[in-house]
């Protein structure tokens, strides 16, 4: 099949390039390589999937209508949609961005949905920052999700409620993918693990919000592709009287206290950190965690790493690329 992969050369979208490539898909991938954070590994990540003979890159924005419509000429049979302005912070100094990328860009790619003729599945990210201050725990995708807490959530909240409207128009099959806290080979320099591992490495302080009170469902990048490509194979079935629309969680069903993390973080690097205790950020939340009973039971996720063997693989990865 050919699959259109947004954010391709972002962290999650281009592990799914990487394994779409690898089982024999055609992959088409768009990106416009901003400098949110270090565009050399965004690019070296690139640079790993350009040789091979099934990928296309084209460098441009999801906003651009004009650069992103003519793809629905191309033969694309699924999309996958990554692409997003991330981060909860950035959203309170930037938060333009956020409305052109997270807003524009799924307009945008949901045209591009409707008139891509044999599309059979438009699978894109959500986040689990939609559950904003839900003191439910753990957060199920039934959970009401109208409290968002950053500019970010609300983006998100607002494609999930966008996909659900080109579903009911159009009947798209539709699945929106909630991710906890992916990390992993190749992650994202704004993330915990590779903020605290440059700055234990480095001998800085680390910032630990709510005074080390804080829990996350910090999911392995390889368990997060295996439940985008499950969805993928998926797509809801359209029964007429409800839009073919499906949401999940995809997150490794347990919270883990920042501390403990901290701890397995240092004991992978040999050496322990700084603990600089800072109050709880705006727009912040103290725990997340994913129920994943629907996508256990619908799409068979099941994930398979935990925090030990997570972050002694993203050690490893990040030694022997920045040694390099």
Request: proline share 6%; hydrophobic share 45%; aromatic share 10%.
């Amino acid at each position: 099949m050919v699959v259109l992969v947004t954010g391709v050369a972002g962290f999650i979208g281009f592990h799914v390039a990487k394994t779409l490539l690898a089982r024999g898909d055609e992959v088409i991938g768009v990106d416009n390589l901003n400098d949110y954070y270090d565009v050399a590994l965004k690019q070296a990540r690139l640079d790993l999937l350009t040789p091979h003979k099934n990928f296309l890159f084209r460098k441009t924005s999801i906003a651009d209508k004009d650069a992103m419509l003519p793809l629905a000429r191309t033969g694309i049979t699924r999309i996958v949609h990554l692409a997003a302005q991330a981060g909860v912070r950035y959203s309170l100094q930037n938060p333009f961005a956020y409305a052109e990328s997270n807003l524009m860009g799924q307009v945008v790619m949901q045209e591009l949905a409707r008139h891509t003729p044999n599309l059979a599945h438009f699978v894109y990210a959500s986040s689990s920052s939609v559950y904003g201050g839900n003191t439910k725990i753990p957060f199920a995708v039934g959970d009401a999700v109208t409290k968002p807490v950053s500019l970010y959530a609300a983006t998100k909240c607002a494609d999930e409620l966008m996909a659900y409207t080109y579903a009911h128009l159009y009947r798209i099959p539709m699945t929106g993918l909630r991710f906890f806290t992916v990390y992993g080979p190749w992650g994202r320099p704004d993330m915990a693990a590779y903020i605290f591992t440059r700055q234990i490495l480095a001998g800085e302080p680390i910032k630990v919000f709510n005074h080390g009170k804080m829990r996350r469902d910090f999911t392995y990048i390889d368990d997060i592709v295996a439940g985008v490509l499950a969805a993928l194979e998926k797509p809801p079935v359209d029964k007429g009287a409800e839009p073919p629309v499906a949401l999940y969680n995809l997150g490794n069903s347990q919270a883990e206290d920042l501390t403990r993390f901290i701890a397995v973080l240092e004991n992978a690097l040999g050496k322990k950190a700084i603990i600089d205790l800072q109050p709880m950020q705006p727009g912040d939340v103290p725990e997340t965690f994913a129920d994943i009973a629907a996508s256990a039971r619908d799409l068979g996720f099941k994930p398979m790493t935990g925090i030990e063997q997570g972050i002694e693989k993203f050690v490893a990865w990040y030694r022997g690329y920045h040694a390099g």
